[in-house]
Protein backbone atom coordinates (compact mmCIF):
# COMPACT_ATOMS: atom_id res chain seq x y z
CA UNK A 1 0.00 0.00 0.00
CA UNK A 2 1.17 3.25 -0.85
CA UNK A 3 -0.64 5.07 1.79
CA UNK A 4 -1.13 8.82 1.27
CA UNK A 5 0.68 10.23 -1.69
CA UNK A 6 0.87 14.06 -2.68
CA UNK A 7 1.70 15.65 -6.00
CA UNK A 8 3.65 17.72 -6.65
CA UNK A 9 6.18 17.83 -3.86
CA UNK A 10 7.51 21.15 -4.55
CA UNK A 11 5.82 24.03 -6.48
CA UNK A 12 6.95 27.54 -7.44
CA UNK A 13 3.99 29.87 -8.40
CA UNK A 14 3.93 33.79 -9.24
CA UNK A 15 0.96 35.96 -7.46
CA UNK A 16 -2.01 35.51 -9.12
CA UNK A 17 -1.21 32.12 -10.97
CA UNK A 18 -3.69 29.24 -10.30
CA UNK A 19 -2.69 25.28 -9.28
CA UNK A 20 -4.02 22.31 -8.02
CA UNK A 21 -2.74 20.26 -5.36
CA UNK A 22 -3.70 16.27 -5.68
CA UNK A 23 -3.96 13.63 -2.47
CA UNK A 24 -4.64 9.99 -2.88
CA UNK A 25 -5.24 7.22 -0.53
CA UNK A 26 -5.62 3.82 -1.08
CA UNK A 27 -6.72 2.85 2.58
CA UNK A 28 -10.51 3.03 1.73
CA UNK A 29 -10.57 6.27 4.15
CA UNK A 30 -13.45 7.97 4.34
CA UNK A 31 -12.47 11.00 5.73
CA UNK A 32 -9.72 13.33 4.09
CA UNK A 33 -7.83 16.65 5.33
CA UNK A 34 -5.98 19.40 3.98
CA UNK A 35 -3.50 21.04 6.35
CA UNK A 36 -0.83 24.18 6.13
CA UNK A 37 2.08 24.30 8.23
CA UNK A 38 3.60 27.18 8.64
CA UNK A 39 6.58 28.21 11.54
CA UNK A 40 5.80 28.28 15.04
CA UNK A 41 2.22 27.73 14.05
CA UNK A 42 1.39 23.78 14.06
CA UNK A 43 -0.37 22.53 11.29
CA UNK A 44 -4.40 24.29 10.45
CA UNK A 45 -6.81 22.86 8.92
CA UNK A 46 -7.98 24.33 5.45
CA UNK A 47 -11.22 22.33 4.47
CA UNK A 48 -12.07 18.54 5.19
CA UNK A 49 -14.10 15.58 3.55
CA UNK A 50 -16.39 13.18 5.48
CA UNK A 51 -16.88 11.38 2.82
CA UNK A 52 -17.61 11.18 -1.44
CA UNK A 53 -18.76 14.58 -3.10
CA UNK A 54 -19.06 16.32 0.69
CA UNK A 55 -16.49 19.09 1.83
CA UNK A 56 -16.51 21.42 4.58
CA UNK A 57 -14.79 24.82 5.42
CA UNK A 58 -11.74 24.14 8.33
CA UNK A 59 -9.95 27.13 10.53
CA UNK A 60 -8.34 28.61 7.43
CA UNK A 61 -10.21 28.17 4.49
CA UNK A 62 -10.25 31.54 2.76
CA UNK A 63 -8.04 31.25 -1.00
CA UNK A 64 -8.46 28.24 -1.16
CA UNK A 65 -11.31 25.23 -2.71
CA UNK A 66 -11.39 21.58 -2.72
CA UNK A 67 -13.43 18.73 -4.16
CA UNK A 68 -13.93 15.22 -3.58
CA UNK A 69 -15.51 13.45 -6.63
CA UNK A 70 -13.62 10.10 -5.66
CA UNK A 71 -13.74 8.97 -1.88
CA UNK A 72 -9.73 8.28 -2.70
CA UNK A 73 -8.64 11.82 -3.93
CA UNK A 74 -9.54 14.68 -2.60
CA UNK A 75 -7.85 17.92 -4.80
CA UNK A 76 -6.88 21.39 -2.86
CA UNK A 77 -7.06 24.39 -5.52
CA UNK A 78 -5.04 27.73 -5.22
CA UNK A 79 -7.38 30.12 -7.97
CA UNK A 80 -5.59 33.34 -7.39
CA UNK A 81 -1.80 32.66 -5.19
CA UNK A 82 -0.86 35.26 -2.90
CA UNK A 83 2.51 35.22 -0.75
CA UNK A 84 1.15 34.56 2.38
CA UNK A 85 -0.13 31.09 1.05
CA UNK A 86 3.88 30.13 1.23
CA UNK A 87 3.54 27.54 3.27
CA UNK A 88 4.05 23.47 3.45
CA UNK A 89 0.70 21.50 2.71
CA UNK A 90 -0.38 18.31 4.40
CA UNK A 91 -2.94 15.87 3.25
CA UNK A 92 -3.96 13.52 5.77
CA UNK A 93 -7.01 11.16 6.09
CA UNK A 94 -8.56 8.40 9.12
CA UNK A 95 -11.58 6.64 9.30
CA UNK A 96 -14.21 8.36 11.02
CA UNK A 97 -14.65 9.27 14.03
CA UNK A 98 -12.10 11.84 14.07
CA UNK A 99 -11.69 11.74 18.10
CA UNK A 100 -11.06 8.11 18.26
CA UNK A 101 -8.79 7.45 14.70
CA UNK A 102 -5.15 8.13 13.70
CA UNK A 103 -4.35 10.62 10.73
CA UNK A 104 -2.69 9.40 8.39
CA UNK A 105 -0.51 12.01 6.73
CA UNK A 106 1.14 12.37 3.29
CA UNK A 107 4.77 13.90 3.07
CA UNK A 108 4.02 17.33 2.17
CA UNK A 109 4.10 19.56 -0.80
CA UNK A 110 6.18 22.51 -0.24
CA UNK A 111 4.57 25.89 -2.20
CA UNK A 112 6.48 28.94 -2.58
CA UNK A 113 4.37 32.02 -4.35
CA UNK A 114 6.56 34.87 -5.25
CA UNK B 1 -13.23 27.35 22.23
CA UNK B 2 -10.75 24.32 22.98
CA UNK B 3 -7.72 25.36 22.64
CA UNK B 4 -3.83 23.41 23.42
CA UNK B 5 -0.79 25.22 24.14
CA UNK B 6 2.78 23.24 24.39
CA UNK B 7 4.68 25.01 26.83
CA UNK B 8 8.41 24.91 25.05
CA UNK B 9 9.26 25.26 21.62
CA UNK B 10 12.50 23.71 22.12
CA UNK B 11 13.85 20.96 24.40
CA UNK B 12 17.74 20.05 24.58
CA UNK B 13 18.66 16.88 25.75
CA UNK B 14 21.21 14.47 26.23
CA UNK B 15 21.23 11.29 24.82
CA UNK B 16 20.17 8.51 27.48
CA UNK B 17 18.61 11.12 29.84
CA UNK B 18 14.60 11.64 30.40
CA UNK B 19 12.17 13.55 27.91
CA UNK B 20 9.21 15.92 28.65
CA UNK B 21 7.39 17.26 26.13
CA UNK B 22 4.84 19.55 28.10
CA UNK B 23 1.19 20.07 26.36
CA UNK B 24 -1.70 21.54 28.50
CA UNK B 25 -5.59 22.33 26.45
CA UNK B 26 -8.62 23.85 27.26
CA UNK B 27 -12.12 22.59 27.39
CA UNK B 28 -15.35 22.60 28.73
CA UNK B 29 -15.24 18.62 28.50
CA UNK B 30 -12.44 16.10 28.28
CA UNK B 31 -11.41 15.75 24.69
CA UNK B 32 -9.18 13.43 22.76
CA UNK B 33 -5.68 14.11 22.80
CA UNK B 34 -2.83 12.86 20.77
CA UNK B 35 0.69 13.38 20.24
CA UNK B 36 2.22 13.20 16.85
CA UNK B 37 5.88 13.26 15.80
CA UNK B 38 7.22 14.92 12.03
CA UNK B 39 10.63 13.48 11.20
CA UNK B 40 12.67 16.39 9.25
CA UNK B 41 10.76 16.85 5.89
CA UNK B 42 8.44 14.36 6.56
CA UNK B 43 5.14 13.76 7.34
CA UNK B 44 3.54 13.50 10.82
CA UNK B 45 2.94 9.96 12.51
CA UNK B 46 0.82 8.71 15.54
CA UNK B 47 2.93 8.48 18.70
CA UNK B 48 -0.37 7.66 20.95
CA UNK B 49 -3.39 9.06 21.90
CA UNK B 50 -5.81 8.98 24.98
CA UNK B 51 -9.48 8.53 24.12
CA UNK B 52 -11.22 8.38 27.94
CA UNK B 53 -10.09 5.00 28.38
CA UNK B 54 -6.62 4.54 30.78
CA UNK B 55 -5.21 7.92 31.99
CA UNK B 56 -1.58 6.43 31.30
CA UNK B 57 -1.31 5.59 27.64
CA UNK B 58 1.75 4.12 25.93
CA UNK B 59 3.18 4.74 22.46
CA UNK B 60 5.73 3.73 20.00
CA UNK B 61 9.13 4.02 20.69
CA UNK B 62 8.60 4.00 24.18
CA UNK B 63 6.98 7.21 24.65
CA UNK B 64 4.36 7.43 27.02
CA UNK B 65 1.71 10.29 28.04
CA UNK B 66 -0.26 10.70 31.39
CA UNK B 67 -3.84 12.49 31.09
CA UNK B 68 -4.66 15.19 34.35
CA UNK B 69 -8.05 16.46 33.98
CA UNK B 70 -7.52 18.22 36.92
CA UNK B 71 -4.42 19.85 35.57
CA UNK B 72 -5.51 19.67 31.70
CA UNK B 73 -2.43 18.55 30.82
CA UNK B 74 -1.08 15.82 28.91
CA UNK B 75 2.70 15.70 28.74
CA UNK B 76 5.04 13.44 26.65
CA UNK B 77 7.27 11.32 28.64
CA UNK B 78 10.28 9.15 27.76
CA UNK B 79 12.65 7.39 30.00
CA UNK B 80 15.86 8.07 28.04
CA UNK B 81 16.25 9.98 24.55
CA UNK B 82 17.96 7.93 22.06
CA UNK B 83 19.27 10.19 19.05
CA UNK B 84 16.31 9.04 16.65
CA UNK B 85 14.14 10.43 19.11
CA UNK B 86 15.10 13.61 17.31
CA UNK B 87 12.07 15.73 15.20
CA UNK B 88 9.04 17.86 15.89
CA UNK B 89 6.49 16.86 18.20
CA UNK B 90 2.62 18.19 18.39
CA UNK B 91 -0.14 17.66 20.93
CA UNK B 92 -3.78 17.66 19.09
CA UNK B 93 -7.08 18.05 21.16
CA UNK B 94 -10.20 17.07 19.24
CA UNK B 95 -13.90 17.90 20.73
CA UNK B 96 -16.24 19.30 18.44
CA UNK B 97 -13.29 20.30 16.01
CA UNK B 98 -9.19 19.70 16.05
CA UNK B 99 -6.45 22.13 17.28
CA UNK B 100 -2.75 21.26 17.00
CA UNK B 101 -0.04 22.69 19.18
CA UNK B 102 2.37 25.12 17.60
CA UNK B 103 5.04 22.06 18.45
CA UNK B 104 8.20 21.30 19.74
CA UNK B 105 10.98 20.77 18.75
CA UNK B 106 13.65 18.20 20.30
CA UNK B 107 17.38 17.84 20.25
CA UNK B 108 18.98 14.92 21.57
CA UNK B 109 22.77 15.70 22.06
CA UNK B 110 25.11 13.16 21.77
Known amino acids: NAGVTQTPKFRVLKTGQSMTLLCAQD?????MYWYRQDPGMGLRLIHY???????AKGEVPDGYNVSRLKKQNFLLGLESAAPSQTSVYFC?????????????FGPGTRLTVL | AQSVTQLDSHVSVSEGTPVLLRCNYS??????LFWYVQHPNKGLQLLLK??????LVKGINGFEAEFKKSETSFHLTKPSAHMSDAAEYFC????????FGAGTRLTVKP
Open chain 1, 92 to 104: ASSYPPLADNEQF
Open chain 1, 49 to 55: SVGEGTT
Open chain 2, 92 to 99: VVIFNDMR
Open chain 1, 27 to 31: MNHEY
Open chain 2, 27 to 32: SSYSPS
Open chain 2, 50 to 55: YTSAAT
